[in-house]
């Protein structure tokens, strides 16, 4: 019986992140989501309480992943940024989902622990390596974060108009646009 909820639980989790990138909080149906997951709207409200709630275990779901799959390493800045590359290639609806939930969530709800306590220990990180001089001192280590984390989402973040004007630019090219674009960031 438990295997049978655990199941059921993330057939939800799954429509829901499906259903979520593609249509934010607002647009979100529960009645898609259960359909989609083999399920009803019941389900949800038992499991998460809310489509609200819902949303947020969907959100930390992505952000635990993204957290365990994707350490810093600061002796090698830009295997860090493709590797962020890989995963917005390998999962794109992972940053539409952190859009509509920047869009649709500005400041409404307490800060996720997991992503702030992972932001710290990277800001962290560059400040050591900054302060031992493996790094450069340019940026602050929060504005180099930064800066490392928007490069590597360049592509899947640009407008639908810059699409056209890159449609040739091959998947590993960009990639490597997004290596040399840190490892000139970091040689300034």
């Known amino acids: 019986m438990a295997r ?19 249509y934010g909080i607002a647009g979100a149906r529960v009645d898609r989501i259960a359909a989609a ?14 489509k609200d709630g819902l949303f947020d275990a969907v959100f930390n779901e992505i952000c635990v992943r993204s957290v365990s799959e994707n350490p810093i390493d600061t002796a090698d800045l ?8 890989d995963g917005y290639e390998a999962r794109p609806e992972v940053p539409r989902l ?19 306590t992972s932001l710290r220990a990277k800001t962290d990180a560059i400040a050591r390596a900054q302060a031992a001089g ?15 984390m928007h490069m590597a989402s360049l592509w899947i973040t640009a407008t639908p108009e810059y699409d056209p004007l890159v449609a040739d630019v091959s998947r590993a090219r960009r990639r490597q646009v997004v290596v040399d674009a840190v490892t000139a960031l970091l040689a300034a």
Request: hydrophobic share 45%; charged share 25%; net charge neutral.
């Open 78 to 85: 830009p295997g860090y940024a493709a590797r962020i590359f």
């Open 4 to 22: 049978d909820a655990e199941a059921t639980r993330k057939r939800l989790l799954t429509a829901a992140l499906d259903e979520f990138a593609a």
């Open 134 to 148: 493996e790094l450069p001192s340019r940026f602050t280590a929060p504005e180099l974060l930064g800066l490392i």
């Open 37 to 50: 997951a083999q399920s009803n709207k019941a389900q949800i409200y038992h499991y998460f309480g809310s």
């Open 98 to 116: 952190v859009t509509w939930y920047r869009l649709e969530r500005p400041g409404s709800r307490d800060p996720l622990e997991i992503v702030v």
